[in-house]
């Protein structure tokens, strides 16, 4: 039996977290779940792990908001007082946010293995704290599991070529798993009084959108010069950040309707009854692929293969016109290729690791 600890602490993470610690429990293997409580917002963090069945994390770090430095180095020191005690065998780490640069530094200067699971993910924007932690977590990391071809060949520019390997992406494991009962429970429609396909969906949250007045204030107008039904679950930096810019009054009369953040369930209803999603969410960007809903990144984006498919569109959001007649007239017009796998890369991943850790 081996000790495997997870980190995770925001959405993104939880979600692909949970199929992977029930396979790697159903097999025999201990886990530990660290949550730095990055998300600390109860729609953000709790509530998904509720509608998942997703056990209580083993330990809560209660680190919370803060600067890039302040908040990496706060989880980097509270991260490795957990490793000392428990002594995990291996340390899995999930995407790109500070969490992930964290908890794999964390691991790997006490010597304890890392497994980064979507790895090799690159937008090639170092303005962008994601862009920094995707690549430092995966030059510090010793088994690679990347969602594409791609991310693989991404690796192999950069030197690395031993422990890659071809999975698929978990997240979408999760939403196929899940997709049924969402639809199923979610009132999302009802409590929003919305039929299906009458709105937009727009999400902002990246640090390059919301912490410069410029870049979401330009969101922002283009998105009320629209003149179209969008829905806007505002995360709460974003909602903090709207006010202090003065953009909350740009929006008022506007057919744009902030809403608090959703539930796990209440976001894939949101994504799936969507006409078009419009994000700089990386997430987001692969649920509006697998749920085959048009989206329009605010941003280049990582996920190169949901453009290559035609599903997805970039923008440069200063150019209004741009943004304007993109999100008006952007269609797919062929299929997607389902690069996203079968919804088994979980399997794949507790296959690799456990083969791995007995050789």
């Known amino acids: ?9 925001a959405r993104p993470q939880f979600i692909k977290m949970n199929l992977l610690v029930k396979e790697f429990e159903a097999n025999g293997h201990a886990t530990f779940v660290i949550h730095t409580d990055q998300h600390y917002d109860y729609l953000l963090s709790q509530s998904f792990f509720e509608q998942l069945g997703i056990d209580e994390p083993d330990a809560h770090l209660g680190v919370g908001s803060g600067t890039q430095g302040k ?9 490795e ?46 303005k962008k704290p994601e862009e920094i932690n995707r690549i430092v977590t995966d030059h510090v990391s010793d088994i690679f599991f990347a969602p594409t071809e791609h991310a693989k060949r991404v690796h192999q520019s950069e030197g690395i070529t031993k422990n890659i390997h071809v999975v698929g992406d978990v997240s979408n494991d999760v939403l196929q798993s899940n997709l049924g ?26 640090s390059k959108n919301t912490d410069s007045r410029r870049n979401l204030e330009a969101i922002i107008k283009a998105m009320v010069e629209l003149n179209e039904k969008i829905i806007f679950p505002v995360h709460p930096r974003t909602r903090k950040v709207l006010a202090e810019y003065g953009l909350m009054s740009n929006i008022e009369g506007s057919l744009i309707k902030l809403i608090d953040p959703l539930t796990y369930f209440d976001m894939i209803a949101a994504l799936y009854h969507s006409r078009k999603i419009i994000t ?19 941003r280049k984006t990582e ?17 209004k016109e741009e943004v304007i007649d993109t999100v008006r007239n952007f269609l797919p017009n062929q299929e997607r290729s389902n690069f996203l796998g079968d919804g088994k890369s979980y399997k794949k991943i507790f296959q690799t690791i456990d083969e791995w850790l007995k050789s």
């Open 280 to 298: 700089d969410s990386g997430g987001i960007q692969k649920e509006a692929y697998a749920l085959e809903i048009p989206c329009i990144t605010l």
């Open 1 to 9: 039996m081996m000790k495997i600890a997870f980190v995770v602490g």
């Open 181 to 206: 009962r969402a639809l199923e429970v979610s009132r999302f429609l009802e409590d929003q009084g919305l039929d299906s396909k009458s709105y937009f969906l727009l999400t902002v949250h990246k």
């Open 303 to 319: 996920w190169v293969e949901t453009v290559e498919d035609g599903w997805n569109v970039e923008v440069d959001i200063h150019n």
């Open 71 to 79: 908040q990496t180095g706060r989880m980097l020191e509270k991260i």
């Open 81 to 126: 007082e957990v490793l000392l005690e428990e002594k995990p065998d291996l340390m899995v780490v999930f995407g790109d946010t500070n969490s992930t640069l964290a908890g794999a530094l964390a691991a790997c200067k006490l010597h304890i293995r890392v497994a980064h699971v979507e790895a090799g993910l690159r937008n090639y924007d170092k």
